[in-house]
């Protein structure tokens, strides 16, 4: 496993005229701050084995003026005065928030190796959306996961809206004999109750997740923003490199895998 753990061993997996960049990182991770769509141009080829990230939904909302609020105002119901920090892009309409991320996803598939899957989170709202732009990035679209929230805000006379989705796929033909097992196609789980991102996911569904991925192959986020995914990686034993443009979370984020991953190391220093 490659120890992603300065600027110079960077250079095995991004391009050296995008250094130096900041970023953070350990043994066997690492988060670069800035934009997804800059950054992941600069990624050799074929460095990574999975992509796997939670994008903005720019969802929220039907009209002009309800998608255009704050991500506190569309996606929590936390009190102004202890909101979390907003995050960035997420205030595009649907035309060119699907164009935007078939531009990425183009280039992240660059990046990825021949088979790789690629796991996207989303709404109910952007799912059509969604499947097209990875298809019209070149990826093969194979399926979706539900993920099952469990709770909802009620609504008489319909139905909850307690359950997102998993678009997932692969770059090109996937070997059926690759050394994944069978995984499941719901996970339930609740939203964190202790989160310091608006829409973080729970850090054990994302280690379900991760398990797509080949044993000890390298992991993709390019909107890694509190780390679930980074870290979630790095406990199931896989290199993971997240990337992450809005400052707050670039330091949350990288604290909090940091912080975890140290404490995890001492934990099962002290069990030997």
């Not at 609020?69 to 060119?96: E, V």
């Not at 732009?133 to 996961?145: E, F, K, M, N, P």
């Not at 202790?194 to 569904?205: A, C, D, F, G, M």
Request: charged share 25%.
């Amino acid at each position: 496993m490659m120890s992603l753990t300065n600027t110079n061993e960077l250079t095995q997996i991004i391009d050296e005229s995008m250094l130096p960049i900041e970023h953070c990182d350990g043994d066997g991770w690492s988060i670069l701050h800035g934009d997804t769509l800059q950054i992941i141009r600069a990624f050799k080829p074929q460095v990574f084995n999975a992509l796997i990230t939670d994008p903005p939904y720019a969802s929220g909302g039907w009209k002009p003026s309800e998608k255009n609020r704050t991500t506190n105002q569309k996606y929590s119901s936390m009190d102004p005065k202890n909101a979390l920090p907003d995050f960035d892009g997420d205030n595009r309409d649907q035309r060119s928030w699907t164009r935007w991320m078939a531009e990425w996803l183009s280039d992240a598939r660059k990046a990825c190796k021949p088979g790789a899957p690629v796991c996207l989170f989303i709404d109910w709202r952007q799912y059509p959306s969604i499947t097209d732009a990875l298809q019209w990035a070149g990826w093969i679209w194979r399926g979706s996961v539900v993920w099952d929230k469990m709770t909802s805000r009620p609504q008489k006379g319909r139905f909850r809206q307690q359950s997102e989705y998993v678009v997932w796929g692969s770059n090109g033909p996937m070997p059926v004999n690759r050394p994944v097992g069978c995984l499941p196609g719901v996970f339930r789980y609740a939203n964190p109750q202790n989160r310091i991102h608006v829409t973080e996911k729970p850090l054990q569904l994302m280690r379900d997740l991760v398990k797509i991925c080949v044993p000890g192959g390298r992991i993709l986020d390019p909107f890694c923003g509190a780390g679930t995914t980074v870290l979630a990686a790095r406990l199931e034993g896989y290199e993971a490199v997240g990337v992450e443009v809005t400052d707050a979370y670039y330091k949350l984020g990288s604290d909090r895998v940091r912080f975890a991953l140290e404490s995890h190391a001492e934990s099962d220093n002290a069990a030997e």
